[in-house]
């Protein structure tokens, strides 16, 4: 079992910046992938990028090249640097990890992003 608890979200104005970050307790050590997701009112979850175990990533076009995700290993923790925030930007951020056997969700942070 994993557990995740994200922390960083809250109102910024549009061209300001975010970190968001997620904590892992548990079987941290059976983590492959860790990532983020966000969903807006009325809207589908969306991926928005994903690192593994080594430091590969990938990202959504949405936000390649604004946003960057990176983990420590050793504290099973992932960080999303959010820049050049817009107001298409808020929602709920949700955190994700996958093991080789199931994937876990956080709890979710907003991000508001208006003047």
């Known amino acids: 079992q994993v557990q995740l608890v994200e922390s960083g979200g809250g109102l910024v104005q549009p061209g300001g910046s975010l970190r968001l970050s997620c904590a892992a307790s548990?079987?941290?050590?059976?983590?492959?992938?860790m990532g983020w997701y966000r969903q807006a009112p009325g809207k589908e979850r969306e991926f928005l990028a994903t690192?593994?175990?080594?430091?590969?990533?990938n990202y959504a076009p949405s936000v390649k090249g604004r946003f960057t995700v990176s983990r420590d290993n050793a504290k099973g923790t992932v960080y999303l640097q959010m820049n050049s925030l817009k107001p298409e930007d808020t929602a709920v951020y949700y955190c994700n990890t996958r093991t080789p056997w199931a994937a876990y969700w956080g709890q979710g942070t907003q991000v508001t992003v208006s003047s």
């Open positions: 548990g079987s941290i050590f059976s983590i492959t992938s």
């Open positions: 690192i593994t175990r080594d430091g590969g990533t």
